[in-house]
């Protein structure tokens, strides 16, 4: 993300600290910002549920190590668990092109004799689900792992719902408690067009509950229609094309990245108009 988002970000993450309700904190996609938040939030003595969940088996490996000391419970897929996934339908429900759309072409590829044997190979450091738990300072910690084997950016796969709600789990038990709460929730992985979905679908069942949403890399073409349908939200322009450490942050695509459906799909052939979009920021606190 550009250095302006994070700022912006860190700002919001201490104040809605300060509104006297319970407080949680949920990224969809974990990495060095989860690193950089918490650091901001344990300065300030804030006190949150935070919670990371990641679907790519290296950054998950990665986060673990950033906060050593905590309770790791792993749940390891079975044969007749991989058999599912390559049957299972499409569960998207945005329109995706099939030139676009990925679930399909890896069950090809897991359903062949060559992917079993993949699988069984890499059962152990790949082919499974897990959660971690550690109390850091003033938060709460969890960092839920979802195996997946494509990146689901289109809600396609048989594991979207489990993506997408394992890590809201807490924050709903206390809502049907009846406690007043406030979700920051940040959206940096995964099929972000349908979180946002379940997000205001929160909104609408539960009348205490006041979020922030931060979409990332909002300028996105497949994200437009989700951004439509809540006018309130607004976008929030870099002041400049680099990140926090002053390296780069976006790069002009290449000319025949420009010229595909996929990435009119998935992104813009101009990087100031990307910029000016990068991030979409909804409240209702």
């Keep these: 993300m550009s250095a302006t988002a994070s ?3 860190i700002q919001k993450l201490v104040e809605r600290g300060k509104l006297g309700k319970e407080y949680f904190i949920v990224e969809y996609g974990a990495g060095y910002s989860t690193e950089v938040f918490l650091d901001q939030l344990i300065k300030e003595h804030v006190h949150a549920t935070y919670v990371a969940v990641e679907r790519d088996p290296w950054w998950y490996k990665e986060v673990l190590k950033m906060f050593p000391g905590g309770i790791l419970a792993k749940h390891q897929w079975s044969f007749s668990d991989y058999k ?22 890896t069950q090809k590829k897991l359903g062949s004799l060559c992917g079993m044997i993949r699988f069984f190979l890499k059962k152990n450091t790949f082919w499974f689900n897990s959660e971690y738990r550690l109390k850091i300072g003033t938060v709460n910690f ?25 890590p809201l789990e807490e924050l709903v038990n206390q809502l049907k408690s009846g406690k007043e709460c406030h979700a920051v929730i940040m959206i940096d992985g995964g099929p972000r067009a349908d979180v946002v979905n379940e997000i205001f679908s929160l909104l609408k069942t539960h009348k205490n509950l006041t979020v922030d949403i931060f979409l990332f890399e909002a300028y ?3 994200y437009q229609n989700v951004i439509a349908v809540h006018p309130e939200g607004k976008f929030i322009p870099a002041e400049k094309n680099e990140r926090s450490d002053g390296t780069l942050y976006l790069q002009e695509p290449s000319i025949e990245e420009k010229g595909s459906l996929c990435m009119k799909l998935m992104g813009v052939t101009d990087v100031n108009d990307a910029l000016k979009r990068e991030l979409w920021h909804y ?3």
């Design 7 to 9: 700022r912006y970000i």
């Design 84 to 105: 599912k996934f390559v049957k299972a339908n499409p569960q998207n429900i945005w329109e995706v092109p099939e030139s676009c759309a990925r679930l399909k072409t």
């Design 142 to 166: 969890e960092c839920p792992y979802i195996c997946e084997p494509f990146k689901d950016q289109y809600g396609e796969s048989p594991h979207k719902n489990k993506y997408i709600g394992i």
């Design 220 to 222: 996105r073409g497949y």
């Design 283 to 285: 409240t209702n606190a």
